[in-house]
């Protein structure tokens, strides 16, 4: 009888224990921007206009957001802000001395971590060491690492100065740990003594390391990824790719969410690591028209994470209201970057479109040709469209034209290269650029109806801004001929013959002559550990500020296409280019 009352009274306090189990729920909101490029402010300050998206409407949504989940929300941003629209080259060079207004924005905007993005490295050593130092939420860059350090240790002490790993971050007792990276690719892209006493890290391998440290070390309730690299794709070698988010979602468990960007296109998919577990990935895309959203859900029992619940979506941010308060704040410094901006430099007696580039000779790419020619002295030029469909309306034209005439502060660089190094340069451009047409009804151009959304590529099946054409050479691409046989050159410009086995200058933009686009390595062949020994001459202060220089120098310009080259046979490129024009800008 006494062991059926204990048995009785056991099942009796069993639901009462289990209804006595602690458990709790918290829930988190993530925001991510990225690739802001300068779009802080709700005026377009090349084209002198109002526009919808940017950080002024963004944060908008973000202190709505506050409202509802307080201390629980994490802001955190994805780099590219140190370059894009004027009002970030005024502050990076025209008001060095004043703290950057890319710092001065991210810490009224009380963000909780930023990522280095490759665009924060182009300005040079002066602009982003300074730029580190009066940025007050954690700076992230795992795999940023001193050039000395090559043990491949994952120890905090490797990782260039100012710059952190991860970031740790409390949100209501929930420990979450943020592992920053960027594309290693830099190294591809820029000078080296823009990056000098720095290495790039492989991904892969960097995240491996320091997942396994942050385990071991901080054992933190989340963990994200906040990643200034693309989803895949880019540049692929032996060492790294440049868009590895999704490699390292796969090969790298232990991330709960990856916040990215880099490639300028909306993602929001989940991806299954090797141990079978699902990660989200996530991408807003750029220049502030989206935010990326996090919703989390955690529940715990007795004091132990037993649920995880996200959620992530894409918030379309261009129709939020104005932050009022925000842009007072900012109205000063607005008005100061507005009359920089307006400050008359020359006078066009034509207008001039990035978007006849694509089809043949155009003014707009021709008018930079020849000023490079005429600043570097060299024997031809390249050079490719950096915009899809810019304009530069005859009359007047101001200091933010020049943004528009050049997108980026690359440098000026002449390289010594052979003829047939040249043509074999040419080539891998028009590769990229160009369809073999069998029959007339073919397309002229390589378009990819998918990417029309791709900021990058903006219709088209590559990066248009590898699209080379060259100056200095008279030459013709034939559509008939397979890659690799396009580009027949009659002749230098002058007249004079052009000879395969000479040696010549050319001038092109730091981007390319660090082997940017592969053009110069995988199309001319140059080894990329012997570019650095073909450098001439490069400029110490970028190539817009030159451009600028010799356009107020000739006060006025009547913009002109060379006609220096074309596509054949005409009798199928005119209709196909007039068709596939349709295509890319409709009628």
Request: charged fraction near 25%; proline fraction near 4%; glycine fraction near 6%.
């Amino acid at each position: 009888m006494n062991r059926f009352i204990s048995l009785a009274f056991s099942l009796f306090l069993l639901p009462s224990t289990n209804t006595m189990a602690a458990t709790k729920t918290i829930k988190l909101k993530v925001i991510e921007t990225s690739d802001v490029h300068g779009h802080f402010f709700p005026y377009d300050f090349m084209e002198k206009k109002a526009i919808k998206g940017t950080l002024v409407r963004a944060n908008t949504y973000i202190n709505k957001e506050r409202v509802k989940y307080g201390d629980n929300l994490l802001l955190i941003d994805n780099g590219d802000i140190l370059q894009g629209q004027p009002c970030v080259y005024w502050s990076n060079f025209v008001m060095p001395d004043d703290e950057n207004l890319s710092a001065t924005v991210i810490n009224y905007m009380r963000y909780d971590a930023e990522t280095v993005g490759n665009h924060d490295i182009e300005p040079g050593h002066a602009v982003y060491d300074k730029w580190i130092r009066e940025v007050r939420c954690p700076l992230l860059g795992a795999n940023i690492v001193k050039e000395e350090y090559k043990n491949g240790k994952a120890d905090p002490k490797s990782i260039y100065s100012g710059i952190k790993p991860y970031s740790v971050h409390y949100k209501d007792g929930v420990k979450i740990v943020v592992i920053g990276m960027l594309t290693p690719a830099i190294p591809n892209w820029l000078n080296k003594s823009i990056w000098e006493g720095i290495e790039f890290e492989e991904m892969v391998s960097c995240a491996k390391k320091w997942i396994k440290y942050i385990q071991e070390q901080e054992r933190p309730d989340l963990i994200f990824g906040l990643f200034h690299s693309g989803k895949d794709g880019g540049i692929v070698t032996e060492e790294y790719e440049e868009n590895a988010t999704a490699a390292v979602a796969r090969e790298v468990p232990g991330f709960d969410i990856i916040f990215f960007g880099h490639d300028h296109q909306v993602h929001n998919e989940w991806i299954t690591n090797k141990e079978g577990k699902e990660v989200l990935i996530i991408d807003p895309s750029c220049y502030v028209k989206n935010v990326a959203d996090a919703e989390i859900e955690l529940t715990y029992t007795n004091g132990h994470l037993t649920k995880k619940d996200i959620k992530g979506k894409i918030v379309d941010v261009t129709d939020e209201d104005i932050d009022q308060e925000m842009l007072s704040y900012f109205q000063p410094k607005i008005d100061e970057i507005k009359n920089y901006v307006d400050r008359k430099i020359g006078c066009f007696e034509n207008s001039i479109y990035t978007r006849e580039s694509f089809f043949g000779n155009s003014a707009f790419i021709d008018l930079i040709h020849n000023l490079q020619l005429q600043i570097s002295k060299a024997d031809v030029s390249f050079n490719a469209p950096l915009s899809f469909n810019a304009v530069i309306n005859a009359g007047d034209v101001t200091q933010g034209d020049m943004f528009k005439l050049y997108r980026f502060e690359n440098l000026l660089f002449v390289l010594r290269m052979t003829g047939e190094e040249i043509r074999k340069h040419l080539e891998f451009s028009y590769d990229m650029w160009v369809n073999t047409m069998t029959s007339p009804d073919d397309h002229a151009l390589k378009l990819n109806q998918d990417s029309k959304e791709d900021q990058q590529r903006t219709g088209f099946q590559n990066y248009t801004f590898n699209f080379d054409s060259a100056c200095g050479i008279d030459y013709e691409v034939d559509l008939t001929k397979p890659d690799g046989q396009k580009v027949r050159i009659l002749q230098m410009s002058d007249g004079k013959p052009f000879d395969e086995k000479k040696w010549y200058k050319v001038v092109m933009n730091s981007y390319r002559a660090n082997g940017g686009g592969e053009l110069l390595t995988r199309g001319a062949g140059i080894p990329k550990d012997s570019l650095e020994s073909r450098v001439l001459f490069n400029t110490e202060k970028d190539q817009r500020y030159y451009l600028t220089e010799e356009i107020m120098r000739i006060g006025t310009v009547n913009p002109q296409p060379n006609h220096n080259w074309h596509f054949v046979p005409e009798e199928w490129v005119k209709p196909a280019l007039e068709r596939d024009r349709k295509l890319l800008f409709g009628k």
